[in-house]
């Protein structure tokens, strides 16, 4: 059974040339971007969070999805309840948003965060800054990005083989010569 990647229905409800129009479109219904903007990772990522969104707890059914623009924000996707209540009021609109993979945070992303969701793995900024760092953070600079021994190169100038410290703190770069 497979799914469209536009609307996420499945492939047998589509008539053919809609599943066509659709196949070719491949556009993000979370963000409204296109698939060629996503790694394979967000574009799962974004998926998941359009399927947890379809679901209301408050009808205990899944909704329809309609795009919405809220104010001059970017254009997202919305779930469409149906209230009990006269018309134009009879419809609610919820827009739909990824929320923040740390189950202690009850955060949702912004649309930076979800456009980056996969080198963030999901989490909002707040999460991500409060995660253990890598051990190249407790080095100093020039362990982590200088290599042990650096090699020495050819003075044009001069002709002798020199070396340079990139991490020195002088007015200009001072060489070393090689013995």
């Known amino acids: ?68 623009t809220i104010g001059t924000a970017r254009a997202s996707i919305a779930r469409v309840c149906k209230l009990n209540a006269a018309l134009p009021f009879d419809i609610d609109f919820v827009p739909i948003h990824m929320h923040c993979s740390n189950p202690n945070c009850k955060l949702y992303l912004s649309c930076i965060e979800e456009d980056r969701a996969d080198v963030l793995d999901g989490f909002c900024l707040k999460c991500f800054r409060e995660l253990p760092e890598l051990d190249t953070a407790h080095k100093p600079l020039r362990e982590v990005y200088e290599p042990n021994k650096i090699k020495p190169v050819l003075n044009i100038w001069s002709g002798k083989m020199v070396t340079w410290d990139p991490f020195e703190q002088t007015d200009y770069r001072k060489t070393k010569e090689v013995n």
Do not use: R
């Not at 497979?2 to 659709?22: E, F, N, R």
């Not at 971007?33 to 998941?48: G, P, Q, V, Y």
């Open 1 to 68: 059974m497979s799914s469209c990647k536009i609307c996420h229905l499945d492939s047998k409800k589509h008539s053919k040339k809609m599943w066509a129009l659709h196949q070719q479109a491949q556009i993000c219904t979370l963000c409204q971007k296109n698939a060629s903007e996503h790694s394979a990772k967000l574009w799962e990522m974004h998926k998941i969070a359009v399927e947890k969104g379809k679901f209301c707890p408050f009808h205990k059914k899944i909704e329809k999805l309609y795009p919405i």
